[in-house]
């Protein structure tokens, strides 16, 4: 079992085939199950986007 707000790997696994496998300029791609589960921590915490932690 996953802590409360993040994505389980069944829930992964059926996001990850939609996100892009290579990204060509700009910033250098950070985890993206990461940054899912921060989305997904707001979304279901109803924080606001400033009270999201930098990490």
């Not at 700009?26 to 990461?34: A, I, S």
Request: glycine share 10%.
């Amino acid at each position: 079992m996953g802590r409360r707000y993040e994505l389980s790997d069944v829930e992964w696994d059926a996001l990850s085939r939609y996100l892009p496998s290579v990204v060509t300029g700009g910033r250098p791609r950070v985890d993206d199950r990461r940054v899912l589960n921060g989305i997904v921590w707001r979304i279901r915490a109803g924080a606001a986007w400033r009270d999201v932690p930098v990490r």
